[in-house]
T-cell receptor, first 109, second 114 residues
Framework: DAKTTQPNSMESNEEEPVHLPCNHS???????IHWYRQLPSQGPEYVIH???SNVNNRMASLAIAEDRKSSTLILHRATLRDAAVYYC??????????FGKGTRLSVIA | DTAVSQTPKYLVTQMGNDKSIKCEQN?????MYWYKQDSKKFLKIMFS???????INETVPNRFSPKSPDKAHLNLHINSLELGDSAVYFC?????????????FGPGTRLTVL
């Protein structure tokens, strides 16, 4: 039970921003929101995580709703190399990550 | 240097055979995992070891037996392989299994059972 809901797929033009949404209405106060992505024929890789505040790193930004029931992963300028399946995961701290179906992002040149 | 490595990358074998997949991490992590990704692309946890001790064993057939000779290695042995075992198997590691956990994944082993 992944506890998150994401669109099955999204499409973006190259060099445009991409907003990947995730709903997690049953999130508890101590759950962290993690984003991983899986490039074709590779293992998943960490992208970003947050608890309550918005977060930025070199790969992406994470915008977390005030009620924490949803979040958005933002890729500021999509490149062809960003085409992947993006997973939004709630991490409780003492269980392994539970991966849902994720969102398959296609980037069009 | 590869953080989490798996061997072999591809494994093709006949039904009924026994095979092993090896995993090594050079990150100094205490916790290691095995995940299975089936043809529908669902990634499911199978096992988790912390400091060589089994801490998570999901509903996996007894034919699957993980072995951790030391903290840096977690091997997966599969007996009497079945067609349904065909999948990509990912090894992963994390510093610990409590607190905020960041998992590092290996490149995967594609197992094909004929």
């Amino acid at each position: 039970d992944a506890k998150t809901t994401q669109p099955n797929s999204m499409e973006s033009n190259e060099e445009e921003p991409v907003h990947l949404p995730c709903n997690h209405s049953t999130i508890s106060g101590t759950d962290y929101i993690h984003w991983y992505r899986q490039l074709p024929s590779q293992g998943p890789e960490y992208v970003i995580h947050g608890l309550t505040s918005n977060v930025n790193n070199r790969m992406a930004s994470l915008a977390i709703a005030e009620d924490r029931k949803s979040s958005t992963l933002i890729l500021h300028r999509a490149t062809l190399r960003d085409a992947a399946v993006y997973y939004c995961i709630l991490e409780t701290g003492n269980t392994p990550l539970v991966f849902g179906k994720g969102t398959r992002l296609s980037v069009i040149a | 240097d590869t953080a989490v490595s798996q061997t072999p990358k591809y494994l093709v074998t006949q039904m009924g055979n026994d095979k092993s997949i090896k995993c090594e991490q050079n990150l100094g992590h205490d916790t290691m995992y095995w995940y299975k990704q089936d043809s529908k692309k669902f990634l499911k946890i199978m096992f988790s070891y912390n400091n060589k001790e089994l801490i998570i064993n999901e509903t996996v057939p007894n034919r699957f037996s993980p072995k951790s000779p030391d903290k840096a290695h977690l091997n997966l042995h599969i007996n009497s392989l079945e067609l349904g075992d065909s999948a990509v198997y990912f090894c992963a590691s994390s510093q610990d299994w409590v607190g905020v956990v960041f998992q590092f994944f290996g490149p995967g082993t594609r197992l094909t059972v004929l």
